[in-house]
């Protein structure tokens, strides 16, 4: 089984910063593709954040947000600066990756991290 956990999350006022961290355990193997989603109140879950050959941003959170992944280590990041009140969402960590039954990668999601920004 492969498990994913997202840390991080909380309350944080308007233009204040958070740290958002994936942990894959389990029979994770190589991880090829790391994501970042959100899903607001009643809204669709969105991606934030691509991190495979090269990384990309949602353009909501261009210049704010950076993302990076360390497969040595089977984690990765978020990094959230200057966050603002649209930016509340629960956040979900999504790996494309094999595990040690499989060679094949698969899509596993992580339970999510909610991040409130508010003052």
């Known amino acids: 089984q492969v498990q994913l956990v997202e840390s991080g999350g909380g309350l944080v006022q308007p233009g204040g910063s958070l740290r958002l961290s994936c942990a894959a355990s389990?029979?994770?193997?190589?991880?090829?593709?790391m994501r970042w989603y959100r899903q607001a109140p009643g809204k669709q879950r969105d991606l934030v954040a691509h991190?495979?050959?090269?990384?990309t941003y949602a353009d909501s959170v261009k210049g704010r947000f950076t993302s990076a992944r360390y497969n040595a280590k089977n984690t990765g990041y978020l990094q959230m600066n200057n966050l603002k009140p649209e930016d509340t969402a629960v956040y979900y960590c999504?790996?494309?990756?094999?595990?040690?039954?499989?060679?094949?990668?698969?899509?596993?999601w992580g339970k999510g991290t909610l991040v409130t920004v508010s003052s």
């Open positions: 999504n790996v494309w990756a094999t595990s040690v039954q499989s060679s094949t990668p698969a899509q596993y």
């Open positions: 389990g029979s994770i193997g190589h991880i090829y593709v």
């Open positions: 991190s495979g050959d090269s990384t």
